[in-house]
């Protein structure tokens, strides 16, 4: 889990470095049994620590009774005063599952506030199960076994239990075993019964391990007393029930997703073996649930990606690092040190005051056309449109306002200056801030939205932060006090979407779903596409229009020539439209609309909010702050992140039932009157607009 973290950090811009420097100030998160442990505790810095479990003499003496040599050492109690110690000093404790604080507690009981109950995770995307569950003879069920395969106790359970069950299983085993798991492996490879039916593979690269999983149709994780186990992690990502043993916080990841069974003869009893065999039968007997509901225990518990942002949080730190480095670092100082001898921008009476719009490009996108949209409605501004990554923009551009391609500090920097700007807003950049305050602007927004774009740009020198989605308030509030910031959503103008004439892509015998947006990696096309190849399967009439194309922008990830292939094989059933300047028109034309990003991928999407304007019922990964706008149940459907069978279940709700899309569609609507209206946003716009202004 900590190397998963550490590359999970490092793709959000944090530096993670094992800690040799006591005397460092830097938050630190401490495992135990790290050879400066105390002198790091004993620091002044933040210390978190993470805590598995302690020795428990109880478990020890329940083990002598069945096996002699498992005695609680004087070692044990030693690790566990070091563990005391480290529950006394660090700043904040995280503790693997319930079971596990639970045990813990009688060392020491944190004060509530300083703790929290983090599992480990695993990327889902990485561990993911098969888009079709393979089919077996029944007579032939395949149960795994992983990890460090140590204690003769773990074998010799796995293998009596698999001798219980009425029909021969194969056994999978991967893992480095020790002397006596060894030894009860040579010993039943001797057995006529396992003849040719076990697998023993010492080790997978990780990224091999999937493949493994998806082999097995059950786990039997045999091991009393695991706090948090990762293999039982990666078992449910990848759609494989689990039983253990009910002692331990695997019960905790488990859950409906496979079984616990309870030991009630102490260790390893009978009636605990005999219940095992009973729990792998029920399971096998009714696998395909089971393996749905593994994936979601995962989706649920354990994803990588949302746990990351706890870790952080436990650090000190926003989900996201902004941007720093020589670059940034040297824009600031010349921001400085140029706008503090560079006279003030001030607005010269009876001209209209002029703002700039800074984005990276103006073609067609979610954000370009609620900015396009407000800038209609405020004739009373002069609006200039700056890109500062792609030269080429939407027409809007020039009808509305004036547009200039500045890619550089100093072009930006005389420009400002030369236009006379009074009021600069900026979305998720850095540097044009500072060219901004080098051009002697006093007056400087960013608009923000997801988690992702709030926290990769700081907000030290701005004079106010418009978010457009309250759940990202938090992190402006936390991280940086001393910004004032206001929560106005993205909307849209009603009377302008029902003056708009549908335009279907889709044959009048199919439902149409489809989206509206740029393509990207994390938007995830492909699980829609792939859903649709399901629904196609179970003979449902249903066709995809994606509207949109890859980013131009240098350095992005082009995705369109993949989604093309996969689709393949769906021939006409999936249209790619291109790129749109209507999206309402197309999403009009939807019977329902989807929007399947990853996490952090999204704030409130403009995507969702077209459709719903037009009385469409959506179907949305259940990331960031969509739920904010999706109500799950009344105005669409939201689903785990990286599912497809999800994506897929969902969308066979609403197109086998019209009357629950229509009830969805007017739910929808309703929604985007109540809370994403024009009107209110404008009016809201306004007053920032004039506050900032009239107090210059």
Not at 218 to 245: K, Q, R
Not at 314 to 323: H, S, V
Not at 359 to 382: C, H, Q, T
Not at 590 to 607: K, L, Q, R, Y
Request: aromatic residues 8%; charged residues 25%.
């Amino acid at each position: 889990m900590i190397r998963r973290f550490i590359d999970s950090a490092k793709s959000r811009r944090y530096t993670v470095k094992p800690d040799w420097r006591i005397s460092s100030n830097q938050p630190c998160l401490l495992n135990i049994g790290h050879r400066s442990q105390e002198k790091i505790l004993d620091s002044r810095r933040q210390v978190v620590f993470r805590v598995a479990g302690m020795f428990l003499r109880d478990y020890f003496d329940r083990m002598r009774a069945v096996y002699k040599d498992r005695v609680f050492k004087p070692e044990f109690e030693k690790a566990n005063e070091k563990i005391r110690h480290a529950l006394k000093t660090a700043s904040f404790v995280i503790y693997q599952s319930a079971w596990s604080k639970k045990n813990l507690d009688s060392l020491y009981q944190r004060p509530d506030g300083t703790w929290k109950i983090i599992p480990n995770a695993v990327d889902l995307k990485l561990f993911s199960p098969r888009t079709e569950w393979p089919r077996r003879p029944k007579e032939i069920p395949v149960l795994g076994a992983v990890g460090s395969l140590r204690y003769r106790s773990r074998m010799e359970v796995l293998f009596d239990v698999a001798e219980r069950l009425p029909v021969r299983p194969h056994l999978l085993l991967i893992g480095d075993m020790d002397k006596y798991c060894h030894d009860i492996l040579l010993k039943s490879l001797a057995k006529p019964l396992w003849k040719n039916n076990i697998t023993h593979i010492k080790s997978v690269p990780p990224e091999l391990l999937p493949q493994y999983y998806h082999m097995m149709d059950c786990m039997v994780h045999t091991v009393a007393g695991d706090s948090c186990p990762n293999v039982v992690v990666e078992a449910l990502a990848c759609g494989v029930p689990v039983v253990c043993p009910e002692d331990g916080g695997t019960k905790e990841l488990v859950d409906d997703a496979g079984f616990s069974v309870v030991d009630p003869d102490g260790i390893c009893g009978e009636s605990m073996r005999d219940d095992m065999a009973k729990a792998i039968m029920q399971i096998l007997e009714r696998l395909p649930d089971y393996q749905k509901r593994a994936r979601q225990r995962a989706e649920n518990n354990n994803n990588l990606e949302i746990l990351t942002s706890q870790y952080l949080k436990a650090l000190g730190f926003p989900p996201y690092a902004y941007e720093r480095g020589y670059k940034y670092k040297v824009a600031r100082a010349i921001g400085n040190l140029v706008g503090f001898v560079t006279p003030k921008i001030t607005i010269v009476n009876n001209e209209k005051p002029r703002i700039a719009l800074i984005l990276w490009d103006w073609n067609i996108g979610g954000i370009a056309s609620w900015m396009f949209r407000l800038v209609k409605a405020l004739p009373e501004y002069e609006f200039h449109f700056i890109a500062t990554h792609l030269e080429q923009h939407a027409p809007e551009c020039d009808e509305l306002g004036r547009f200039a391609y500045l890619p550089s500090f100093w072009s930006l920097r005389n420009y400002l200056r030369q236009k006379r700007i009074s009021l600069l807003q900026v979305h998720n950049n850095r540097w044009p801030i500072d060219a901004a305050k080098a051009a002697g602007i006093i007056n400087i927004i960013e608009r923000t939205d997801g988690a992702r774009s709030c926290c990769s740009l700081s907000k030290n020198e701005l004079h106010y932060v418009i978010v457009s989605a309250a759940g990202t308030l938090p992190y402006v509030r936390a991280f940086w006090p001393h910004v004032t910031a206001k929560v106005i959503y993205n909307s849209i103008d009603l009377s302008e979407v029902d003056n708009i004439e549908a335009k279907r892509i889709a044959p009048s015998n199919c439902i149409s779903i489809g989206r509206c947006s740029r393509f990207g990696k994390g938007k995830r096309l492909d699980l829609i596409i792939d859903a649709i190849a399901m629904l196609k399967q179970n003979g449902l009439p249903v066709h995809l229009t994606l509207a949109g194309e890859d980013s131009r922008l240098k350095g992005a990830i082009p995705v369109e020539k993949e989604l093309r292939e996969r689709a393949l094989d769906l021939g006409e059933t999936v249209h790619f439209y291109g790129k749109t300047s209507d999206p309402i028109a197309l999403a009009k034309g939807f019977d329902i609309a989807v929007c399947t990003s990853d996490p952090f991928n999204e704030g409130i999407p403009n995507s969702l909010i077209e459709p719903m304007a037009c009385g469409k019922p959506v179907i949305a990964t259940d990331v960031d702050q969509v739920s904010e706008l999706v109500e799950d149940g009344v105005n669409g459907i939201l689903v785990p992140p990286s599912n497809v069978r999800a994506i897929a279940e969902a969308l066979e709700i609403l197109v086998r039932d019209p009357e629950r899309r229509k009830a969805m569609g007017r739910a929808a609507r309703e929604k985007i009157e109540k809370r994403f209206s024009f009107a209110v946003a404008l009016k809201k716009y306004k007053e920032v607009y004039k506050s900032i202004l009239q107090n210059e």
